[in-house]
C-alpha cells in the first residue's frame, strides 16, 4: 500500500510513528534457530546492547545474506532489481521502520523520497530490510515494537550478561553459519 504525502493515512501514520519513537538497528546477520531450524535475522541496536531477532523464511535470509555481502548474480534477483527500479527513477530510500507486531507478524514500512515528496510503502520486514542492506538506508524500530517483544520475552537485552539465550547461541555460531544462506 502506497500512502501519499498529504493523505490523512500518511499523515496520521507519520505522526504516529514519530510520536512512539525509534531505535536504530543494524543487522548482525542471519543466524539459524537450532530448534525449530528456521533463518533468523538478528537485528542489534547501535550501542550493541539489544538484539531483536525476526524469525524469517530460507528465501529472505538468501536475498539478506546477498545484501550483506554484496554478492552479485548473473542477472538481478528481485531486491536487486528492485534497487535498480528504484535507482532509475531517481527514488531514494531513507529509513525502514519495523512499526507493528500483530499475531506474531511484524510489520514494516519503506519511506521513499520521491522528487521531494515522501511516500511510506508496507512492506515484509524481511523484504524492507533485504532492500535497506543493498541501498544503505537506516533501520529503525518503533518503541512499541520494543516494548511488544519485551512483553513476549523476544527482545534479548543487556547482551553482555551472562546466560543470555541469543548471546549463547551467537557465541556458538561458526563463521560460517553466519552465510548459511547464501545464492
Partial sequence: MVR?????????????????????VKV?????????SNPVVVLVDLSGQKAL???????????????LEGVMTLRPMTHDLMKQILDTFQVTVTRVVIHDLKENT?????YLNVGGTELVVDSRPSDAIALAVRVKAPIFVSDSV??????????????????????TIIENMKPEDFGKYKM
Wanted: overall charge negative; proline content about 4%; cysteine-free.
Fill in 4 to 24: 501519499p504525502e498529504g493523505s490523512l493515512d500518511f499523515e496520521i501514520s507519520k505522526r504516529t510513528d514519530m510520536e512512539k519513537g525509534w531505535m536504530e
Fill in 28 to 36: 548482525m546477520g542471519i543466524v539459524v534457530d537450532p530448534k525449530a
Fill in 53 to 67: 531477532p525476526i524469525w524469517i523464511g530460507v528465501f529472505e535470509a538468501e536475498a539478506i545474506s546477498r545484501g
Fill in 106 to 110: 511484524f510489520y514494516a514500512n519503506l
Fill in 146 to 167: 520494543i516494548e511488544a517483544t519485551k512483553q513476549m520475552g523476544v527482545l534479548a537485552s543487556n547482551l553482555l550478561e551472562e546466560g543470555d539465550e541469543l548471546k
